[in-house]
């Protein structure tokens, strides 16, 4: 086994310094991604947070579709969960392409890293491109809304929004696969938000919780919740694609990606009593 990883790590650092790898449009590296990214965020899959997946069945082998999810947890880690859920838990080890919000890709260095992870901006052009290609894409429609609502309301969804990820889906007749994530409530608590801090670091919100800042960096620290990811039935929108215009349509159907995902989240709840075991 450790020849083997000896092996692949010096293929990986031949590729790298001869230029022998790919990069889309969109700035994503597929050989980064599976060679450095995921055997990190895997640790904390498999080890920390103890992911148990349901409904992998329902992810397509091929082409392109829409993973919708809940959001929550101060910090997006539950994007990356998802998406390693995606590719580890399905026979076609599918990259998911998440959406993030313009705040994200600003960051210095955390934006070419996502970047090169496969996020791109949360916008319709760029998901219909994706889906377009036969992609797989991942959108948060709870928003900023979602990860920084206090800890009093979790697991209680956000609004969508005006479901613009509803009309892409439509325009681009790509199906869309309602995903419920359990466990990312509960890494890092908050309990309050400053509001002023926040303006003045230009962040939607700045998190108190019972580490942080108190802790100090230490405070940084995700608690080990047990997580549960489900993914549902995946809604046929070939019969809606005439009426990616018509916002009652474009509405109806995102407050029915909504209901399904809140059903889930309570039956994954019930699954599991306790929060950190």
């Known amino acids: 086994m450790w020849d083997q990883r000896v092996a692949n790590g010096l293929a990986f650092l031949r590729r790298r310094l001869t230029g ?23 640790l904390l899959y498999e ?8 409904g992998a069945e329902h992810i397509p082998a ?39 919000a313009d ?16 996020m791109t901006l949360a916008c319709n052009p760029d998901a219909e491109r994706l889906m377009n290609s036969g992609e797989l894409v991942g959108v948060f429609p709870e928003g900023y809304k979602g990860l920084g609502k206090g800890y009093a309301q979790r697991y209680k969804l956000q609004r969508f929004g005006r479901g613009g990820f509803v009309a892409a889906a439509l325009r681009t007749r790509t199906p869309i696969i309602p995903a419920a994530i359990v466990g990312s409530e509960e890494i890092y608590p908050m309990i309050a938000d400053v509001k002023p801090v926040a303006r003045v670091a230009g962040t939607p919100y700045f998190p108190v919780t019972p580490t942080f800042p108190l802790l100090g960096p230490l405070g940084l620290l995700p608690l080990p919740s047990k997580w549960l990811i489900a993914f549902g039935e995946p809604i046929d929108t070939t019969a809606y694609a005439a ?19 809140q059903e889930n ?11 950190f075991v």
């Open 62 to 100: 091929e082409g392109g579709a829409l993973i919708v999810a809940n959001h929550a947890g101060t910090l997006p880690l539950d994007a990356l969960m998802l998406s390693v859920a995606v590719h580890d838990e399905h026979p076609a080890h599918r990259h998911l392409r998440l959406l993030a």
């Open 265 to 275: 989240l309570h039956e994954l709840l019930e699954r599991r009593p306790d929060p």
């Open 20 to 42: 022998d790898y790919d990069v889309d449009e969109f700035g994503f590296d597929p050989d980064l991604t599976d060679q450095v990214f995921q055997p990190v965020l895997r």
């Open 103 to 118: 705040l994200a890709l600003r960051m210095p260095i955390l934006s070419e890293l996502g970047r090169k992870y496969g």
């Open 47 to 54: 080890k920390y947070f103890r992911v148990e997946v349901l």
């Open 243 to 261: 009426d990616a215009d018509d916002p009652i349509m474009v509405f109806n159907l995102a407050d029915q990606v909504r209901e399904t995902i």
